[in-house]
């Protein structure tokens, strides 16, 4: 058994069972802790050993590497390429409307009796509960046919609550989970707080995602809840510094860069202005990012920019007007100019340019 439920406890202790829901709350849409082999290759993952998940409300963990299985549940045939989903599938037997005998069973029982009823199985690793029992047990011998009155034996210490002399009803519960691909898209669950599958498939969870082509299986990664938001970024007025991408990026036609320009050039004139050709077309693609003048010191100058006073028409400022083609007298020229002569001084322009 490769996934191993862990959250099996009951106990009728209220403090106990308080304590439970405390711990199982912090799990729950828990991800976070699952991971694949084969993130840096193209080779189909598995999930790794020691990997931990909720599934419908239950913890399991990986005791083993999982592989997974390249079958479409959904289908029931090979998955198809494209966009393919890691899933987990929980697992337990068929049983339906089994009960066990009428003899009747006292605590520490670990072998059930099975009465001729019902259809279905009872498999290893499922957890059984008996009716007016809360306990949950955790099945080592199941029964490949429960209408045949066959039995089952859970694990030690066996039975934690007697069953009556009658026949009682048994509910159960998986106890393990196998994991497939899917060309099948998720739907989000508010209520699991996950990535799930709809109909048939709705206890099924989505754990990851990949592309296919035949053999291959890139661009992988797991589902956490924005996962659509890392699938379509848009990005608006944003900065982003130290950022790894993986994959091929596609630009839309409204994507912009920037590259940024600098212009060096001699001194304002007596009136405070400066004008010349800037020896690039399509100036309507630039803008100005800074005007700056030389400042003299000892030992050495620096450049200095006015800071806040860059305000076009503030009489003391410095700006810089560009002029575009339409302007067929002034064409792709740049004009430096200042409200006064303080600012006569060797200059530099940056442009920032728009692609």
């Known amino acids: 058994m490769a996934f191993e439920l862990k959250n099996d406890y ?24 699952i991971t694949l082999t084969e993130f840096d290759s193209a080779t189909v993952p598995a999930i790794a050993a020691g990997s931990a998940v909720e599934c419908n409300g239950a913890l399991y963990k990986a005791t083993t590497e999982i592989a997974i299985s390249t ?45 001729s009823a019902g259809t279905g ?15 949950t047990y955790e099945v080592t011998t199941g029964d490949a046919d429960v209408s045949d009155g066959g039995s089952i ?14 026949a009682v009803a048994i509910t159960i519960y998986s106890g393990s989970l196998t994991s497939a691909f899917t060309a099948t898209a998720p739907t989000w669950s508010d209520s699991k707080q996950g990535w799930y599958g709809t109909g048939d498939q709705a206890n099924y969870r989505y754990i990851a995602r990949a592309l296919k082509a035949t ?19 848009k990005l608006k007025d944003s900065v ?66 006015p800071g806040s006073k860059l305000t076009l028409g503030t009489v003391g400022d410095i700006f810089a007007r560009l002029y575009d083609s339409e302007l067929t007298s002034n064409a792709n020229c740049i004009s430096i100019e200042g409200g006064s002569t303080t600012y006569s001084k060797n200059y530099r322009i940056t442009l920032l340019k728009i692609t």
């Open 121 to 135: 199985t009872i498999l290893v690793g499922d957890r059984v509960q008996f009716a007016g029992d809360s306990h």
């Open 215 to 233: 053999a291959s299986y890139t661009e992988k990664y797991i589902m956490v809840g924005y996962y659509e938001y890392i699938e379509n970024v």
């Open 240 to 305: 982003l510094e130290d950022v790894e991408i993986s994959g091929d990026i596609e630009l839309g036609t409204n994507f912009q860069q920037f590259q940024q320009i600098e212009y060096f050039t001699g001194t304002l004139d007596a009136s405070g202005k400066a004008f010349f050709d800037s020896g690039l077309s399509n100036l309507e693609n630039y803008i100005v990012l800074d005007v700056a003048w030389y400042q003299l010191a000892t030992p050495g100058g620096f450049w200095q920019s």
């Open 10 to 33: 009951s106990n009728s202790d209220a403090n106990i069972l308080a304590m439970q829901d405390a711990l199982d709350s912090t799990f729950f849409g828990k991800i976070d802790s």
């Open 71 to 115: 079958t479409d549940p959904v289908t029931d045939s090979t998955v198809a390429d494209g966009t393919v989903y890691a899933l987990l599938v929980p697992t337990s037997g068929t049983a339906s409307s089994s009960t066990t005998d009428t003899t009747g069973y006292a605590t520490t029982t670990t072998e059930i009796t099975l009465a």
């Open 153 to 166: 034996v859970i694990a030690s210490p066996g039975l934690l609550a007697s069953i009556a002399a009658s």
